[in-house]
Nanobody, 126 residues
Framework: QVHLAESGGGLVQAGGSRRLSCSAS????????MAWFRQPPGKEREFVAG????????YYADSVKGRFTISRDNAKNTMFLQMNDLKPEDTAVYYC???????????????????WGQGTQVTVSS
């Protein structure tokens, strides 16, 4: 049974930083595509950042490019999202997701992923 668990959310002031973690158990994610999504209040879930299946390429939403950095530690089955220069519009529940069969063209689509964490709330105050 695959289980993903996010941590690191909380309340932060605008301009501040936060580091999210996603730990996976039940399966090694070394050969899986992995991504962070977020769901702002009252809005659809949206792609934030992700790794290709090989882990060799990273992708970012335009809204976070230059501020957020995705990384992974395959040995620890953990993925991270370093968020800097946070803005009130970054307020959302952040989710990690992974799956084996995600092709690059589908990396940004929530429906491409079969495994999700429970989410962690990030609130950015102005």
């Amino acid at each position: 049974q695959v289980h993903l668990a996010e941590s690191g959310g909380g309340l932060v002031q605008a301009g501040g930083s936060r580091r999210l973690s996603c730990s996976a158990s039940g399966r090694s994610f070394a050969a899986y595509a992995m991504a962070w999504f977020r769901q702002p209040p009252g809005k659809e879930r949206e792609f934030v950042a992700g790794f290709s299946r090989t882990g060799g390429y990273t992708y970012y939403a335009d809204s976070v490019k230059g501020r957020f950095t995705i990384s992974r530690d395959n040995a620890k089955n953990t993925m991270f999202l370093q968020m800097n220069d946070l803005k009130p519009e970054d307020t959302a529940v952040y989710y990690c997701a992974f799956d084996r069969g995600v092709i690059t063209s589908s990396l940004r689509l929530p429906n491409s992923y079969g495994y999700w964490g429970q989410g962690t709330q990030v609130t950015v105050s102005s």
